[in-house]
């Protein structure tokens, strides 16, 4: 018989609610190894999304603890932008208290290093602004370049912003740091709001299932995600909360949850009306460029919604 070696990940995280259920989605999932988490600032300042792994780690009780690491305090060149009214003043929809204080490593030196270490089989999962990965891209190109794949989170490109109306979140907080790295000719998947958001948990779902196995990290998950889902409900109308970065290392670890379209994107980077929009010459009639990302278009929501549930919940 022959033995299959766990996929190596490492994750990029601003650890907010649905950061935390991605997660738990990574930590439950077969077939993978969470070497890394790197952290950096965007959903809350980036000591409370160090803080927030942490507290994920314990409740999930992983055999192997993978290296934690400190990133990135503001973007590249802008002001921070957080979002407390969407994951809470402490990105766990208000579930912690004061902060996990110990030294961790820094996050650019733990990306280069993993990206040796792992090469082709490596995945990068980046869920939060992208400051990182460009600060670790500028220090050693040749390193970053040798990875299997990044998975970003962020953009939108056919449907509204989160952010303003053409902005999603990820890629508003840093556009400098998104245009660096998608047009650095890293093997690249975008996961964008088009995909995320046909894939949303529901208060009713949680609580049911919930209620059915009574164990410590659901009722945590349904505590961490009240606020989250409230939010949706007063802008959105649905109480509920999109599973974002879960489908991203979804998309991680199953690619053909979605399907792609390989093109050139460019964020924008100028213009505080369109900051952070994402633009992409889509190739007309079929066509495919040999050069750019690959953007997800398609998603089997189904499929995916089921796996997150026996996984997760």
């Given at each position: 018989m022959t033995r299959h070696r766990s996929r190596p990940l490492l994750i990029d995280t601003d650890t907010g609610v649905d950061d935390a259920l991605a997660l738990a989605f990574a930590f439950r999932s077969p077939g993978c190894s969470v070497e890394a988490i790197t952290t950096v600032a965007g959903n809350v300042e980036v000591e409370k999304c160090t803080r927030n792994v942490w507290t994920m780690l314990s409740l999930l009780a992983p055999l192997k603890l993978p290296v934690v690491a400190q990133g990135a305090r503001r973007p590249l060149r802008l002001p921070l932008t957080t979002a407390p009214?969407?994951?809470g003043r402490d990105g766990l929809g208000n579930t912690q208290t004061g902060l996990h204080r110990t030294r961790v490593p820094n996050a650019v030196d733990v990306i280069v290093e993993t990206c040796r270490r792992f090469g082709k089989r490596l995945t990068i999962v980046a869920i939060g602004p992208l400051t990182n990965i460009a600060q670790a891209v500028r220090?050693?190109?040749?390193?970053?370049?040798?990875?299997?794949?990044?998975?970003?989170?962020?953009?939108?490109?056919?449907?509204?912003?989160?952010?303003?109306?053409v902005a999603e979140f990820n890629y508003f907080v840093d556009p400098h740091a998104a245009e660096?790295?998608?047009?650095?000719?890293?093997?690249?998947?975008?996961?964008?709001?088009?995909?995320?958001?046909?894939?949303a948990l529901l208060g009713d779902e949680l609580r049911?299932?919930?209620?059915?196995?009574?164990?410590?990290?659901?009722?945590?998950?349904?505590?961490?995600?009240?606020?989250?889902?409230?939010?949706?409900?007063?802008?959105?109308?649905?109480?509920?909360?999109?599973?974002?970065?879960?489908?991203?290392?979804?998309?991680?670890?199953d690619p053909s949850l979605v399907?792609?379209?390989?093109?050139?994107?460019?964020?924008?980077?100028?213009?505080?009306?369109?900051?952070?929009?994402?633009?992409?010459?889509?190739?007309m009639s079929g066509r495919r460029t040999s050069n750019g990302v690959d953007v997800a278009v398609g998603v089997d929501r189904a499929r995916f919604l089921q796996t997150f549930f026996e996984r997760v919940l």
């Open positions: 009214e969407v994951h220090k050693d190109p040749r390193t970053l370049r040798s990875v299997g794949r990044i998975v970003s989170m962020g953009g939108a490109f056919r449907v509204p912003g989160n952010t303003g109306p660096e790295v998608l047009n650095s000719g890293l093997p690249l998947t975008i996961v964008p709001l088009d995909v995320t958001e046909q894939c049911d299932i919930v209620q059915k196995h009574q164990t410590n990290l659901g009722r945590f998950l349904a505590r961490m995600t009240a606020d989250y889902m409230r939010y949706h409900q007063r802008t959105e109308g649905f109480f509920g909360g999109y599973l974002h970065d879960p489908l991203a290392v979804a998309v991680a670890l399907t792609t379209m390989r093109t050139t994107v460019h964020i924008e980077c100028l213009s505080p009306l369109t900051r952070g929009m994402a633009v992409a010459a889509f190739p």
